[in-house]
Each structure stands twice: as structure tokens, then as C-alpha cells.
């Protein structure tokens, strides 16, 4: 009788792949793209969002707006002090996960 591990079929093992990687040569694997937990929050609500690095915040505002019934133009977005404008990713702000946009009520007014 043959024995039992000698009729598994043979199993070649997988070679590594090296990243090559200089100025003259781009790398053979792109970077997987990473995605950030973003928190938004006003006085009353908590809303999570998963986005790309790359994406801008626009996405992100129109949809907390949207999901809280705001309008876009009655609201504004902070981020460590500063406001937020649509055209800013994550990525130029420096954002990491689970960082925290606030939402404040738009509010004119002065001398």
C-alpha cells in the first residue's frame, strides 16, 4: 500500500516577487488604495464616512447634508480649526483616520 501522503499531488511553492523600484522604473505593483473613517459631526449627529485619500470633500459634504436635510449653503466644515472649502481631499489636509470634521451653522453677521 502507498502511503497516504506520498498520492497528494506535489505543490510548488509560490516565488516572491521583488518591487522594483528607481527613477528610470515604475514599481510593478501599485499601492493598494487606502481608505479613511472620517467622522462628521454637529451639535445632534454623528455620521461615519469610508473614503479614498484622494477623494474630494465635496463627496463627503453634499452626502452628510443630504442625509441630514441641510442645505449645503447654510452649513460650514471644520477641520482642526480651519474651514473646510469642497475642493480639499484628505490627503491635502493631512487627515488620518478617524479625524473628525465638524459642522457648524453658517452664521452671517458683524459691525
Known amino acids: 500500500m502507498i502511503p497516504w ?13 521583488r518591487l522594483i523600484s528607481s527613477p528610470n522604473h515604475r514599481p510593478r505593483y501599485a ?21 479614498k485619500k484622494s477623494t474630494k470633500l465635496e ?10 436635510g441641510k442645505a449645503f449653503n447654510t452649513v460650514r466644515f471644520v477641520f482642526e480649526g480651519q474651514r473646510v472649502q469642497p475642493t480639499d481631499t484628505p490627503s491635502a489636509l493631512e487627515m488620518a483616520d478617524g479625524d473628525t470634521l465638524e459642522v457648524y451653522q453658517e452664521q452671517v453677521g458683524g459691525c
Open 5 to 17: 501522503s506520498s498520492r497528494l499531488p506535489l505543490i510548488k511553492p509560490i516565488q516572491a516577487h
Open 31 to 51: 499601492e493598494a488604495v487606502e481608505h479613511l473613517n472620517i467622522k462628521v459631526t454637529d451639535n445632534n449627529n454623528e455620521v461615519f464616512f469610508k473614503i
Open 59 to 68: 463627496k463627503l459634504m453634499n452626502a452628510f447634508c443630504d442625509r441630514q
